[in-house]
């Protein structure tokens, strides 16, 4: 099975009956997820009840995008305790924010922690991260299997760097937190993240405000983007 499942799809908190940033991607059995914000692990536990995953990415520090790493670490220690270490690929900062959360179990002893800056291989991915603009050190992720390549731009503003990510890209997962006119140099509005995302074949939309009209912000990408544009939603499956 080659897909990626939409956990969360929020930025800032989750609305009610949704979650915050959180996909899982699928690869000919390896599972690796990708951020894992407010309200994002039950979600997850519905297709690995255990927290059976093969590697977790964290873009960046913010809760938002990384909070419920605290209770997947709770999850392996007690449903998994012999298991091995969930690599646990991520931005400075974050580890910091997990032993915050909950220093015990340490997520040291729970993952193994490694700098996503400096990350060139997950399982059977070719990983490429570039720093993008937001406010605390944020990294941009793509990620290449054979027939399949995923990027990923966790929170970000406007970048040239973004066509390093999206070009030939399958899928395009992208910050798209606001609508109209741009409002921030370090988030992005969903005209800015098609414009980001040319290259692309599909673009993902996602980290919307809470309360925001899905269907305004697709119909604004579309106006930038030639390819298919989906806005992401809690439980949606695409697959390649």
């Known amino acids: 099975m080659r897909s990626l499942t939409v956990l969360g799809s929020c930025g800032a908190w989750p609305e009610a009956g949704r979650a915050c940033a959180g996909f899982l991607l699928e690869y000919d059995g390896f599972r ?10 039950p979600r997850l536990l519905e297709h690995c009840p255990q927290g059976e995953v093969d590697a977790v ?17 709770r999850v392996r220690y007690y449903e998994a305790p012999d298991a ?4 646990l690929h991520c931005t400075p900062g974050t ?11 340490d997520p040291a002893e729970v993952f193994v922690v490694h700098d996503l ?15 993008l603009p937001h406010y605390k050190t944020n ?12 990027a990923y731009t966790g929170d970000s503003g406007p970048s040239p760097e973004l066509r390093r990510l999206a070009d030939g890209a399958d899928l395009f997962i992208s910050d798209a937190t606001y609508q109209g006119a741009s409002t921030s140099a370090y988030l992005m509005t969903a005209a800015e993240a098609a414009r980001g995302a040319r290259g692309a074949r599909r673009l993902l939309l996602t980290h919307f405000w809470p309360g ?9 990408a579309q106006a930038e983007f030639d390819g298919e544009v989906v806005a992401a939603d809690e439980g949606l499956v695409l697959s390649f």
Do not use: K, M, W
Not at 62 to 73: E, I, K, N, Q
Not at 117 to 131: M, N
Not at 212 to 220: K, P
């Open 139 to 150: 990294l941009g992720v793509r990620l290449s299997a054979p027939g399949v390549t995923v």
């Open 57 to 73: 990415v964290v873009t960046h520090q913010h809760p938002d995008h990384c909070v419920d790493v605290s209770g997947l670490a």
């Open 95 to 105: 580890l910091d924010v997990l032993r915050a959360l909950e220093p015990n179990p």
């Open 32 to 41: 690796v997820v990708l951020d894992l914000g407010y309200a994002a692990l």
């Open 212 to 220: 925001s009209d899905r269907a305004v912000s697709v119909r604004e």
């Open 84 to 87: 091995p270490p969930v690599p």
């Open 117 to 131: 800056a400096s990350t060139d291989r997950i399982g059977p991915f070719d990983v490429l991260t570039v720093e």
